[in-house]
Structure formats: C-alpha cells, structure tokens
C-alpha cells in the first residue's frame, strides 16, 4: 500500500475500530474478564471473549450462531445513539457474579454461561431490546415493543411487568436526550434480590415529531422521529418501581428545585433530566436534573411507598458536568461529582476530594473501599487512579498516553493508548498478570503528531508535517482540522484515527494543524464554561490565535493559504471561521454542521445557550444562518442525508441563505449516510473530495 490508500483502509477498518478489544467486564472476584472484540481488523461482526487463568477464548460467535435477520427499530437507535460501527454482538449484560451472559442477535435472546461455553437461544414473546438478567442469574428482564418484560433463563414464564399504555409511551428505553446528550446506556435496574425492578417510563408524545427521508428513494416513506429541538417540550420521564408480581409503585420526584438557582438570565427549576440512576443495598436511587441544568438531586427513594430523600444537592452557575461513573456506593457512602475549580471527586462521608489540578474524566468503580479513576494533570494525557484510605491517591499507568480501566476483586484491566498503538493489561493484585490481544491494523501512514503549547492561552495542538519536508525548501499551506467542542479532545498522546487522517493530509503537501480551544474538556472549569451564552466566538478566536502562534515557530506555514476541515461541531467551526475570520481562514470543508443552533436537541443546546425564547441573542450570535451573508471564501457542505442527529435540515436553511446572499458555495449531500460515515466507497472518497476542493480552491 502507498500513502493514497489511507482512506480505503480507514473505510475498510471502520476508523480502525475493528479488532479493538472493548467493553470490558470484571468478575467481582476478579478471575473472569469479559469483553466485546471483532475477529480481525478487517471483520465486522462483534463477538464475545472471555479472558481466564492467563488465556483467551471464544464466548460466542454470531456466525456460529446463525445471526443476519433484522435489527428491531428500537434497537437501530441504540446503535445509532452509541455510535456502533459492527455488527453481531455489540453489548452484553451479566449476573452479578459475571457467570451468566446475556446479549441479542437480530433481536433473539441469547445467553452463554462462562463455566460452560455454550450459547443458548431463549424463547422470548417479540424481539428483544435491552436484556440485563437479574443478580442471580434465574431471569432476565427485556424490553420488547415498548414493553418491560421478564422471562425465565429456561425461557418459560415470559410476561410483561409493565405495558406501554399508547403508541408513544416505553417502558426500560431511552429517550432521545437521555441517550444523545445525557450518554445513559440504561433505563431498567434489579434489586439486590431480583424480586424489583427500578425502570424510567418514557412519555414522548409532547415531543415535537420530525420526518427523515432518503430523497435518492423516493417510493421510500419519510421515517418519523420524536425530536426535542432547543426550546420544544422534553419526553416525559418518570420513574417507577415493579414487582416481578406486576405490582407497581410510582417514584414520587420532587418537581422544581427548592433552592435559589444561582443567578442567571434564565432559570428552569423544573426535574425533567434523569441523569443516572440504580440499586444498592441501600435501595434504589437517582439522581435527577432540572431543565436549566443548573441544580441536580441525588435522591434515594423508598421501594415500598415511592417516596424520595434528598442526600445531596449539586449546583453550579453556567451547568453542571457529571462525571461517568458517578454516584458509586462504597461502605464508606456515595462518591460524587464536584464542581469546584475542576471537574472531581468527592465522597462527603470522609470529606476527601481529588486535588485541584486533577480534572477527572471517569470513575472506574470501587472494589471495597478502595476507588478508581481516570483523570489528567495534563490535557493531552490521562491515567488510571485509585484512591483508599490507607493507601491514598495512587497513579496506576506511566507511559505518557490515554488511559482508561476495568476492575473487578484484585484485578484490574488497563486500556492503555498511546503513540505506539493499543495495549491492554491485565493486573492482578498489582502485578502483570497477562495481555489481551489488540487486532486492529496500523495506519499504512504513520502518524508523526508534534505536540504545541500555543499562545497566551496555552493552547494545546498538535502539528503534522509531511515526512519528506525539509525546512527551509518551502512554505506549506495549512489545513486546520480541529474538533475543538464539548466533551471530545482530539490533542491526545494516543493512537487515535484522526492523527492518521491528518498525517495523510499533509504527505499532500499541507501543514496540518489540530487544536483543543475553549469548550473541550480535560482543563479546568473555566475553560469549559467559557462558551457559556457564545458556543462560536472563543472557539474560532482561539483556532486563528493557533494559527498565528504555530507560524511564529514554524515559518514554513504559509498563513496567506489556510484551509479548515471538520465534521459535527468541526464542521460547524469550519464554516463559523470563515464567515467570521476570513483574515486567517480562506477556504472550509464544513460536514455535518449545525448551522442553526434552534434545531438541536434541548439539552445539548440549551446547556451553553439558554432557551431560545427568553435569550435568543444567544442562539442569533452563534447561528450560521443568520449570518451566511458574510461569506466571502470557498465554503463546502457535506452532510448524511439520513442524519437524524444533526437533521439535513441544518445543511439545507444554510445553503439557502447563502444562495439568498447571493454567495456561491457548494453541496455535497450523502444519501442513506447517517451522522456517523464509515461506508466504504462514501468515507474514502469524501477524504479526496475534500482534498480536491482544499487543492482547487482559488486562493489555495
């Protein structure tokens, strides 16, 4: 293979996905590991390993077992909302004791025990969505056509604990917010004893309905969705304890804050978020959010009344940020996030929080006392942490990297990416105890990031220039391919596939540059509420700023000739820089852009700007549309034109307001693509189109 065939291969690997061991599991006496792992770096099919006593083996393998029927629709969305590039087995749930597993094929229920290694199709009324047995392995509970059901792990007894009361109602399925922007996998959780289930009722029919259509089929009728736009009525959430009797008791949660919110234009102190919830010793509990997002309770509820106690109140003057993982019970109590300085830990029965200068991504879990973490001292890094009381903080993982972990009784199982590629290790009781193995293939264009700490803001970036270049012998143009928003950092000292795609970029010819601006996490607060009311004017002032101070150390950039490209908010950035800046930006490649910020959904949006309605301001200052008037350079539009994320319709009000303008652009729509592009023959050719345009754009 040459440099020219990076894109196929990203294309054909799913962005190098395939062969990457995930989802791992821990058996609490920490003799099994679980996990999720195709069979090469070129399959697509997920299947379910086990790792034991030093060695490997395969659990269950979708084309043993027949799989290839239909994905039932609930479950398509899962998918879609958690980003899934394979298919065959793409989750799992276990018993507590991690010997019985559970998944689904095309909608059958399966199980595979560990000791035993045989797969099992169970018998279920309708295809199965969601399946997470209970704690001692004799039921599982699933949900199907909208209803939470329960069966037998011999397949007999199979009935529904609580029916959907109309077409829009679910009972243990997430809505759209809850999965899109709350990232809460789950909606159903057993008791201790596997006699309750605690379950989130989901109402959407107060949700606005959209219509997705595939315009390149048009006897295709449009696909209905229920999507809550900024500012539009929410799904309504409740929760609800069931007895596998049928009996149910309804949660009752308090309806505003009672507190004072902190100040601000705009205040909503009504519960309309579950962020997260479960069951412990102690009982079930939730933690749920208020529409402004600025209060949050951790309640715990009475399983035998429905009644709640507040155990803690979190508040915070832009939003509050959650940390995955959190609330986790120890002995000891809860452990929390805390919004102070930084985004940490706190466990109020000790008192003790993580230092000040350590910005927490995850919690891990808690094995006794004794919890883990992963968290940065440095943005471009993160590591595995614990923490006990006798032993204090303890740093887990070296080599500079992205770090993250598995732990389970005196096993823990560290996912470590660096530079050099992927390695997962297996500790036990601290020391090396063995390796899973890692399939995916290496870029045939090795990435040779430069990392930079840029300008008065320190920022970070990383600079890839072409492996032949020698300094002094030409000035590159550059192409600016940042991320740069909310919750993803792209300047990582780790194996990841857009250092590939930029170190392609610039075998081209190019200076490729890519910068965390304000709005990304793995900083401070301040850094990420510095967006907070304009999700566009730091974020491009701090891309220019880059540039400038990148040149300053490398004269070899050619600032009179700066492209950008980006994707999601990348691409909403991209078109922002040169409707905005076009002194530094003279070309963009935006794709999948949202170019009016009203069209997205209520909690992503109305988190950094408010509601649409009391500061519209907010929402003027930042939309694309509104100001297409200013476009002045060569602008491209890529966009899935069966996105139901970020909706074509935000390509389409674009293009029409700068054909309004007057100002010339191009369109470069993807039918049946959806806002995840990994199809072979669309991805590969969008990488040279969108170098083919960067090329012949007239002031490149």
Known sequence: MTAEDLPLQ???????????????????????VLFLRTTSGRSTTGCLWLYEDGEERLLADPFTLGDGGEVPEAERIRRERARETTGGIVSYATDKAVRLVVFTLSGALWTVRTDEGVPRRIPTAGPVVAPHPSPDGSRIAYVSDGALRVVRIDGTADRALARPEHPEVTYGLADHVSAESLHRTRSFWWSPDGEELLVVRVDNSPVQRWYISDPSDPTRPPRAVRYPAAGTANAELSLHVVGLDGDRIGVRLPK???????????TDAAFEYVVEAGWDDAGPFAVVQTRDQRSAYLLRIDASTGATRRLHHQRDAAWLEFVPGTPVHTA???????????RGLWMPATG?????????????????ERIFFVASEEPTESHVWSYDPVGGLVRLTDEPGVHSAAVGGGTVVLDSRTLDGQTVTVLRDGRPAGRIRVLAERPVTEPRPRFLTLGERELRAALYLPESYEPGTRRLPVIVHSYS??????????AAWWHAVNQWFAE?????????????????RAWEAAIHGDQLTPVVDDQADAVRAAAELFPELDTSRVSIRGWSFGGYLAAGAVLHRPDVFHAAVAGAAPTDLRLYDTHWKERFLGHPDIQPENYERCSLVAHAHKLTRPLMLVHGMADDN?????????????????RPHSVLPLPGSTHLVTQEGVIDTLLRLDLDFIKNSSTL
């Open 508 to 524: 081209q010819g190019f200076a490729v540059l890519s910068v965390d601006g304000r709005g990304t996490p793995g900083r401070d």
């Open 10 to 32: 990203l294309a054909r690997t799913k962005r190098f996905s395939l062969g990457v061991p995930r989802a791992f599991t821990v058996s609490p006496d920490g003799d099994r």
């Open 352 to 368: 003790v929080r993580t230092p000040e200068d350590m910005y927490v991504h995850d919690l891990v879990g808690a094995v006794g």
């Open 485 to 494: 928003g909310p919750g993803l950092q792209t300047v990582v000292k780790a």
């Open 256 to 266: 505003e804050a009672a507190e004072a919110h902190p100040a601000g234009e705009w």
């Open 332 to 342: 000891a109590g809860p452990v929390l996030t805390t919004q102070d300085v930084i």
């Open 646 to 662: 970020v909706a074509p319709a935000h390509m389409l009000r674009f293009s029409a307001a700068l054909l309004a303008a007057g």
